[in-house]
């Protein structure tokens, strides 16, 4: 089939190298949609007789059958998906022969892809949303929890494990609109761009983007089959998804350690170690964190193979989908099992506090109190720093220190300043919108709740 102006088969080494069913045919049911839909519309315009268009759905609609039961096995002699469903198609209904009217691998690919692109983006969309209602109800469990917040992995300020947790809630909040930008940037209708000029037939695309529930046809056929800027748009959600999910298994991954020991980790989610008996490995997070640069590679992958490309269709593009269904199943890997963690991650509320005690985190706050007092805040800033190093100097901690020795290092220090020198009361007072304040969390918690 197809032979055409060749003479002779392709070389056996040539198919081999050519072929692309390893990676095409787990789309075989969206290009047989696509397909369906090119006939009917072949069949509406008048370009084929409604009989025949109706038989070759028919056809189409027992290859459909026949690969769902398992019981059509491709030929990599075939070369692709588009091909090996053509051949069998015209095998059981001749007049399949007629189904590539009007119509190039070309726009087939890429509208075969954007269909099946198009479920599995739905599905991560789901996914993510579920990930996102997950961190929103660990707020809600983990509200008046205190841990030190951190920066430059020096301890900082005490804060809500509630308002850590929403911190995660706006990132991926973020991700799911890039999420949604490249599925909107997929949901353009490919099919009628032809080889990559069109058709001289009187086709209709905006049939075939109706039936197909793409927005609109795409706009120029030269650009259709040479564009695969949704994959990058997808590609760019998932480097940055990922990107993400490292850095939030990074903290547990830290806060499990013994040294830290704030979180505890569900013993289904981690593994013991073959020699050393006490051992409960995070593997689970590390290998999340791990993965995060496969996905990040393949979109510097496909980045690389467009960057030289002329316009239009050229066979680099075949090895689009590579990496492409290596980061979606990744990605909707990632996003259900650190769903499912996180709804089980438990804080060890007094491990979080005892670890805050030594560490001068509510200094701001005794500067901000002597701000109030009319203190300017630089010089409030070096009062409160010179106390720090005499505490660390004298082995001292805020919490032990009596009001005469306040009294001593700061001035206005009284018995109300005492009152506010507790992680809770620190936590409490930054009652700002956007800040740690429970108030506040509380308040983001339900705007959480609406967004999702
Ligand atoms: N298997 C090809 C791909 O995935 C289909 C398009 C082939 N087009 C062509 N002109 N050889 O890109």
């Not at 909107?184 to 905006?206: K, M, V």
């Amino acid at each position: 089939m197809w032979h055409g102006r060749f003479t002779k088969d392709t070389a056996k080494t040539v198919q081999d190298f050519t072929q692309s069913l390893d990676i095409d045919w787990r789309m075989a049911e969206s290009d047989i949609e696509g397909s369906i839909a090119h006939a009917k519309m072949l069949g509406e315009t008048g370009i084929l007789p409604r009989e025949e268009s109706a038989k070759i759905i028919a056809g189409l609609l027992k290859v459909a059958d026949e690969i769902r039961e398992g019981k059509f096995i491709p030929s990599e002699s075939l070369e692709d998906v588009h091909m090996n469903i053509e051949a069998r198609l015209t095998e059981i209904e001749p007049l399949g022969a007629k189904l590539h009217t009007a119509r190039s691998r070309n726009d087939q690919v890429a509208t075969t892809t954007r269909l099946y692109l198009r479920k599995r983006l739905q599905g991560l969309r789901e996914n993510l949303r579920e990930l996102l209602r997950v961190i929103v109800s660990n707020a809600e469990r983990h509200i008046s929890i205190i841990i030190p917040g951190y920066t430059h992995m020096q301890q900082a300020q005490p804060v809500s494990m509630g308002h850590y947790w929403l911190s995660w809630f706006e990132a991926f909040y973020r991700d799911s609109q890039r999420l949604d930008f490249a599925l909107s940037s997929l949901n353009e209708c490919p099919l009628g761009a032809g080889a990559l000029a069109g058709s001289t037939l009187p086709i209709d695309r905006f049939m075939t983007c109706e039936t197909l529930g793409f927005d609109r046809p795409t706009r120029n056929s030269l650009d259709t089959v040479a564009n695969r800027d949704y994959m990058t748009d997808y590609h760019y959600f998932a480097s940055v998804f990922m990107i993400h999910i490292s850095r939030l298994c990074n903290d547990l991954i830290t806060w499990n350690s013994q040294e830290f020991g704030f979180i505890v980790l569900p013993d289904e989610f981690c593994t013991g170690s073959s020699m050393m008996p006490q051992k409960k490995n995070p593997d689970v997070l590390e290998l999340a964190r791990g993965k995060a640069g496969q996905v990040i590679a393949n979109l510097v992958d496909l980045m690389i193979t467009l960057k030289g490309l002329p316009m239009t269709y050229n066979r680099d593009l075949q090895e689009d989908k590579r990496g492409l269904w290596a980061s979606v199943d990744t990605v909707e890997s990632v996003m259900k099992i650190i769903a499912e963690l996180l709804s089980r991650v438990e804080v060890d509320e007094g491990l979080a506090l005892a670890g805050l005690e030594k560490g001068y985190s509510l200094a701001t706050d005794i500067a901000e109190y002597l701000v109030m007092k009319g203190v300017p805040f630089r010089e409030a800033h070096a009062i409160v720093g010179r106390l720090v190093g005499w505490c660390i100097a004298e082995k001292i901690a805020f919490e032990d220190m009596t009001l005469e020795q306040w009294q001593e290092h700061v001035p206005f220090a009284d018995a109300a300043m005492m009152g506010i020198l507790t992680a809770r009361e620190s936590v409490r007072r930054r009652n700002v919108y956007g800040g740690t304040g429970f108030d506040q969390v509380r308040k983001q918690i339900e705007e959480a709740k609406s967004r999702v």
